[in-house]
């Protein structure tokens, strides 16, 4: 089945100071239908501006965007920003980060919802609106539904609050559904619930999910499918459990080594000397070539292609079967 | 980066601009004439030469002679001497009372902080013409008498603005950390508080100084400010005002003058403070 | 890494509160030896925050003492505060934030020597070698704060802290805002400095692998009471608390085979103004029975170095099934 979005080389260059920041370097991926494809990178990776991409809201600096992105059949890319607008909550929802900040807060919850609601089904009646708003409020296991219908974002915590922009995605009934470390910002038995829930609601949901993260274990918990990225490119993609169990690029392997370190107290932790790339820096090169223990002369002088790697598996290494 | 280094940064970034340029342009011009009068005018403004007066401009009198002969163009120049002179000791008295006010309010106990805070708004609330009319009827009216009203008259803006500066200041970080580290008070205050909130009080300062060039203007227009002999814009204009019959001339130049120096500050004051806008202040 | 038998740091009975409402810590006792690395857990509203600045003198507690070294904070505050400071240094969680934004890292970094009179230049020699045992590069001392990454700010912080030669450095989140590639580094020199200068650490951290990984001995706090306080294995192995059961299974092992059922815990955190009667956690707690709803237990040593706040301890293990 052709998958519901597939991105080739996408590549984003923003303007600073210093010069063109590459913070997109050619991205090759593909988000199958009915599938949580999980995103995991680390600072500088790229992974938050590749959902601004899908979803195209983009860095006022941007001085190149290329590539395409081929959404069911068509390049959102070349879509003016009207045609790009159409799809905005109706066939793309995202889940922002920071519950905090994503409500607005002259408005009640419920405005939030029926809006929401009112755009993805036109001249739809307010009291229809309002209760499909509360019945999905009940479903993200929100108690007192419809006293919270009713309330500001301010009398919510922040686990509500979160509840309640998963409650607005769902609501769009998209076809992709964009989640931007939607728990980073929770306290841990809050955001278990979260996590609980995301787990349950994706049974029903009929559409696709990308889902953003720097958290490995999350991720292998949730998704289905596994992207991950570094410096601004795709070092490896395949089913979650394939690549976390037998993983096939250097990054990844040592990103794993990294969490599980599962020796007792006592010996020294594992990292990965040096630092991310430079995002100004030219793109000649395997980007993780300056801190990979593996690396040679051929990694050092041209971008290995992100190729076949297994059923259903890519990765981007030049010496992934000398490796093992 | 030099403090000097950023300073040129900013001045280029306000020259940029048309507007920024101008008052840029305005400002120097008017500062010249008033650090170097004696030089930048023709002639001694007190010289009096009854015989010649409301001459026409000439190359002796560049722009002709007041009532009682005096050079006006020279008069002007020395005006201009008075304003810079009573604007920046005004502004520099209002600043360092205002923030030391605004400074020690914020971390005040409450009530102790609203007293300071009543204070400020009585002086706010205070119609400055009434408040400098008392002060003159008790005093006298002369130089100094200006330089304090518009002094009392401008402290509250500064302390307003410098205790909002540090409520925001305190919860910082650093501030905490140095506490940790076992900076004293003081220390805190000099070193930490007063680099951090400066910035936005000097764009203030730079602001205001056309607002006490006005002050200044209207006090000696109405005979409460500068005494003469002294040249100061305002009793130009008074007196070319008093002689309209004789000569346009001198109420002309003079308030041409004051309009001027006055649009110079106010376009320099804000290319100034778009200039060191806080996203750009990243790079400072 | 071993700790001596001596307590440098005696948390005895600590409560504080807020504006006469808010309770953030309630009698709170706790011992740091010397030599040894704490962890403390908790989320919002566990009052670990407030603990760390109790115990560098920032807040003084409502009632209850602490003392460092044998004394009590505010009277060493009182009578030497700045030998005080020098013996309790804290890592602040912002590291960026917590330096002057309009001093060089130079500046920021000599703050202690005029703060504290050290002599000149012995103590900038000294600062020379742990800026390089630190990998802290030359350049970085003409550099503002916004100009450097979260990791060199952190590295600073720790560089201005070693200064004074501490006795005991709290550090807050000191892998936040840190990449996992990297933390390990950080933690590794944490570690290694600990070696070298006989520091002592309480270490405030929500990643449970990192309290794992490299404390000895763990303190779980929940709405401002200590809950469990227990060695670090221990801890982990088999919590005896329900909380610490919840919160250590929240954490999703990338492991497949290792991975279990979290425990996921109804409602939210209750607010520190009006806690719950009783047990604090009693409102979330899936074996909660009628006794805590009205008895709050009290802190216990239920075995060897282990403490539990609970009346009853060990009924839920951490694959989520009840005892």
Redesign the interface.
């Known amino acids: 089945m052709m998958p519901l979005v597939s991105i080739r080389q996408l590549t984003l260059e923003a303007a600073t100071?210093r010069g063109a920041a590459h913070i997109l370097r050619g991205i090759d991926l593909d988000i199958g239908r009915r599938r949580i494809v999980g995103v995991v990178g680390?600072?500088g990776s790229g992974k938050s501006s590749l959902a601004a991409c899908l979803v195209r809201l983009l860095p006022a600096n941007l001085s190149r965007i290329d590539g395409e992105i081929v959404f069911d059949g068509t390049d959102l890319l070349g879509l003016s920003e009207a045609a790009m607008n159409a799809y905005r909550g109706t066939r793309i929802a995202m889940i922002f980060q920071d519950p905090m900040t994503a409500l607005n807060p002259l408005f009640t919850i419920g405005t939030h919802l029926v809006d929401v609601l009112r755009r993805r089904h036109p001249g739809l009646a307010r009291k229809v609106a309002t209760a499909r708003a509360i019945a999905m409020l009940r479903r993200v296991g929100i108690a007192d539904a419809s006293l919270r219908f009713s309330s500001y974002p301010h009398q919510l915590?922040g686990?509500?609050r979160q509840r309640v922009l998963i409650a607005m995605a769902l609501l769009v009934e998209p076809d992709l559904l964009l989640a931007d470390e939607p728990t980073t910002a929770l306290?841990?038995?809050?955001?278990?619930?979260i996590?609980?829930l995301l787990e349950e609601l994706r049974h029903g949901f009929a559409g696709s999910i990308v889902f953003i993260s720097?958290?490995?274990?999350?991720v292998?918990?949730l998704c289905d499918d596994l992207c991950v990225m570094y410096g601004g490119t795709v070092v490896e993609t395949g089913p979650v459990?394939d690549v976390?169990?037998a993983p096939r690029h250097p990054y990844t392997r040592?990103?794993?080594a990294?969490?599980?370190?599962d020796?007792?107290?006592?010996g020294?932790?594992?990292?990965?000397?040096g630092?991310?790339p430079d995002p100004v820096s030219a793109h000649v090169a395997c980007v993780f070539a300056p801190r990979c223990p593996h690396a040679t002369n051929a990694c050092r002088s041209s971008v290995p292609a992100l190729r076949d790697a297994g059923p259903g598996r890519r990765a981007a290494c030049m010496r992934m079967e000398e490796l093992g | 980066m030099t403090a000097l280094a950023s300073a040129f940064r900013i001045l280029r970034r306000v020259c940029a601009t048309l507007t920024g340029a101008t008052g840029f342009g305005i400002v120097v011009l008017v500062l010249v004439a008033a650090l170097f009068a004696p030089w930048v005018a023709t002639a001694d403004p007190d010289r009096l030469d009854v015989m010649n007066r409301f001459a026409a401009p000439s190359s002796a009198h560049w722009l002709g002679t007041d009532q009682l002969g005096r050079d006006l163009y020279s008069r002007l120049v020395h005006g201009a001497t008075v304003a810079m002179g009573v604007a920046l000791s005004a502004i520099a008295i209002a600043l360092s009372l205002g923030t030391t006010l605004g400074i020690v309010a914020a971390y005040l106990p409450a009530r102790f902080e609203r007293f300071v805070l009543i204070v400020f708004d009585v002086i706010s609330s205070f119609p400055s013409m009434v408040l400098a009319l008392a002060i003159v009827a008790v005093f006298g009216p002369s130089t100094l008498i200006v330089v304090a009203i518009a002094a009392i008259t401008l402290t509250p803006h500064f302390g307003r603005v410098a205790r909002a500066q540090v409520l925001t200041l305190k919860s910082a970080p650093f501030l905490e950390a140095e506490r940790i580290l076992g900076a004293s008070f003081a220390r805190i205050v000099v070193h930490h508080v007063l680099p951090n909130i400066l910035g936005p009080l000097v764009i203030l300062a730079s602001m205001d100084i056309p607002v006490v060039i006005t002050i200044e203007a209207g006090l000696s227009f109405l005979g409460l400010g500068v005494r003469p002999p002294l040249a100061s814009w305002g009793t130009l204009i008074q007196d070319g005002y008093q002689y309209l019959s004789d000569s346009w001339v001198p109420v002309v130049v003079s308030s041409l003058a004051l309009a001027v120096a006055t649009l110079g500050f106010t376009l320099f004051g804000e290319a100034l403070r778009d200039a060191v806008d806080p996203r750009i202040r990243q790079e400072l | 890494m071993s700790a001596t038998g001596e307590a440098l740091v005696e948390f005895d009975g600590v409560s504080v509160v807020f504006e006469g409402q808010v309770r953030a810590l309630d009698d709170v006792t706790l011992a740091i030896r010397k030599g040894e690395i704490v962890g403390l857990v908790g989320e919002s509203g566990s009052g670990k925050s407030t603990l760390c600045r109790i115990l560098v003198g920032l807040t003084p507690p409502s009632s209850g003492t602490v003392n460092v070294g044998g004394l009590p904070v505010h009277r060493q505050l009182a009578q030497d505060p700045l030998a005080f400071r020098r013996r309790a240094q804290m890592l602040l969680q912002d590291a960026v934030a917590s330096l002057s934004p309009r001093m060089t890292i130079g500046r920021a970094l000599e703050e202690p020597i005029a703060i504290h009179k050290l002599p000149r230049g012995q103590t900038l020699e000294q600062l020379a070698s742990i800026l390089r045992r630190l990998g802290l590069p030359q350049d970085v001392m003409a550099k503002f704060p916004h100009q450097i990454s979260g990791g060199q700010a952190r590295r600073v912080g720790v560089a201005r802290a070693l200064l004074m030669r501490p006795e005991i450095v709290v550090a807050d989140e000191p892998t936040a805002g840190l990449d996992v590639s990297v933390q390990g580094e950080l933690l590794n020199l944490l570690l290694d400095l600990q070696q070298e200068f006989g520091l002592t650490y309480l270490l405030v951290s929500h990643n449970l692998n990192v309290i794992r990984r490299v404390t000895g001995r763990t303190a779980v706090m929940y709405l401002g009471q200590i809950v469990e306080a227990a060695a670090t294995r221990d801890l982990f192995a088999a919590p005896a608390h329900p909380y610490t059961a919840a919160l250590l299974s929240t954490n999703p092992a990338v492991d497949p085979r290792k991975r279990h059922k979290p425990i996921v815990l109804q409602g939210e955190i209750p607010s520190a103004v009006n806690p719950p009667t009783g047990c604090r956690f009693h409102t979330r707690c899936p074996v909660a029975q009628a006794r805590c709803a009205s008895e709050p237990p009290a802190l216990v040593e239920i075995e060897a170095g282990r403490q539990v706040r609970c009346h009853f301890p060990f009924s839920l293990l951490k694959s989520g099934s009840d005892a």
């Not at chain 1, 990294?258 to 370190?261: P, Q, R, S």
């Not at chain 1, 020294?268 to 000397?273: A, D, G, M, R, Y």
């Open positions: 100071t680390e600072s915590s686990g509500m306290d841990a038995t809050v955001e278990a619930q996590v609980a720097h958290q490995l274990g999350l292998a918990q459990a976390l169990g040592a990103l794993l990294c969490e599980l370190d020796d007792a107290a006592g020294h932790l594992v990292s990965i000397p630092d991310v």
